[in-house]
Every structure is written in structure tokens, then in C-alpha cells.
């Protein structure tokens, strides 16, 4: 229904509709807040609560606008950020829409940064490391160290087996993180991530939008397992979102 709705408004705009390889919109807005404000009017005119109903997650891949002068958003026009800005720019806009998630806020090799970010918003968000952390057990480790981190991506093709899979899943969660079963960019219509996301009672898949077959072939698989699973199915709903007690 939000999908529709977004299209709706983006063709009220005059924007294009064509979606991505992961069957998401990709108009040309004039700010990274404007996408925010387009998705948070489609979900009004759906019908739902903004905050309650729906609450909204970021993957910011950092590491893709990070350059030699630090952190650049081509569209705000604003020069570069350092680290300390753009924790500055996501506070800002968690004060001002429902974002309960936000995965790869700062460069993957920004240690420092993201130990920032961590002190400074994990006790409001989950922090999502998907390149920080590329589902290696090493790396989680130095994370789950260092304090940097609320949560991790889990890709089984980034790792390359499922028995790493498994051990990067098992050391997320004696730590406390939350675990995100994920799709990479380039997908079949095979369903196997979501029957892992459940087996692993991970609470947490991202896999695309509402378009495409080889991206609803998860959320159906989804509902066939929930289906057979019957009333031993769980909803935990914002619960298993991994936010620091503050």
C-alpha cells in the first residue's frame, strides 16, 4: 500500500517511478531529507501512523561519499563533513522523523567516527554495521570490543559459508546485537535468506521493496513459514531493534 502511495506521490511531482535493482524508487529529489518527507506523506495518505504503525531505517553507505575532505552529500551543496557533522545531520533528522535504524552511517574504516556515533546516538537507534563488519567474525569482535556497533548485516555470500555465517550470528548475539539478515544487490528469486532469517530467529530482514519477483519472493516465502509456523509465530515488532539502555 506504501509502495503505491510513494508512487503516486512521486508521479504527482514529476518524478520518475523506475525502480532499482532492489525494486526501490530513485527519483531525483533535491535533498537526501526530501526522500524522508516524500516516504513519511505516502505513509499518511496509506492510512497509517507515522511512528507507531510505520517507523522508517537509513542505509547511508557512508563509505560511498567519503572522500579525501571527509564526508560529502553532493546534494545539500554544504562543503564537506567531518565525523562529528554527520552524527550532527542524522540527530537532526531522528529529531524530526521516526528513524529507529541506521545502517553504515560513517566510512568503514572510521573507527573513531563510528565509536562517536555509538556514544552519541546508540542509546536512541540501532547502528547497523554492514561494511564495517561484513559478516567476519574478526571484525565483529574488534566492534564488540571497542563499543562500536549496535547491530550487524549478515550477508551468507559475503562470507562465503553458512557454518561463518552461523559462528558471525552466534558471536552477534552472545554480544547483545541485533542481527539483520540481508539480500545483496544482485538476486535470484531462491528464498533462502528468509528461511535462515527465521531459523536463526534473527527478527530482522532486509530485502528489498515491494517490487520485483526475485525481491517479493522473500517476503512470500516469509508468509508461508509463518503460515505453517501457525500461533508459535512471534511478532516482535520494534522489541528486537538492538538500542543501548541510556
Avoid at 508512487?7 to 524522508?36: I, M, W, Y
Avoid at 553532493?74 to 529529531?95: Q, T, V
Avoid at 508468509?223 to 520494534?238: D, F, N, P, T
Wanted: no cysteine; net charge neutral.
Amino acid at each position: 500500500e506504501v509502495f503505491h502511495r510513494l508512487r503516486g506521490v512521486l508521479k504527482a511531482k514529476g518524478l520518475s517511478t523506475a525502480v532499482g535493482d532492489e525494486g526501490g524508487f530513485a527519483p531525483a529529489l533535491q535533498s537526501n531529507e526530501e526522500a524522508l518527507a516524500v516516504i513519511s506523506q505516502a505513509v499518511r495518505k496509506a492510512g497509517y501512523r507515522l511512528g507507531s504503525d510505520i517507523v522508517l531505517a537509513i542505509d547511508a553507505a557512508a563509505s560511498e561519499f567519503y572522500g579525501k575532505k571527509g564526508y560529502v552529500l553532493h546534494a545539500e551543496k554544504r562543503g564537506a563533513r567531518n565525523s562529528a557533522r554527520m552524527i550532527d545531520f542524522y540527530e537532526g533528522l531522528i529529531d524530526r522523523y521516526p528513524i529507529v535504524s541506521i545502517e553504515d552511517g560513517l566510512h568503514e574504516d572510521d573507527w573513531k567516527g563510528w565509536k562517536l556515533l555509538t556514544d552519541r546516538l546508540g542509546s536512541r537507534i540501532q547502528l547497523v554495521g554492514d561494511d564495517l563488519f561484513v559478516t567476519n567474525v574478526d571484525y565483529l569482535s574488534r566492534g564488540i570490543q571497542e563499543g562500536v556497533g549496535t547491530a550487524i548485516l549478515i550477508k551468507v555470500n559475503q562470507i562465503g559459508t553458512l557454518t561463518e555465517t552461523l559462528e558471525t550470528v552466534e558471536l552477534a548475539r552472545r554480544a547483545g546485537f541485533g542481527i539483520v539478515i540481508s539480500h545483496r544487490s544482485g538476486e535470484t528469486e531462491d528464498t533462502t535468506i528468509a528461511d535462515l532469517a527465521v531459523a536463526v530467529n534473527a527478527g530482522q530482514i532486509k530485502t528489498g521493496s515491494l517490487s520485483r519477483t526475485d525481491r517479493l519472493a522473500k517476503y512470500n516465502q516469509l508468509l508461508r513459514i509463518e503460515e505453517e509456523l501457525g500461533k508459535s509465530a512471534v511478532y516482535k515488532g520494534k522489541k528486537v531493534l538492538r538500542i543501548r539502555k541510556a
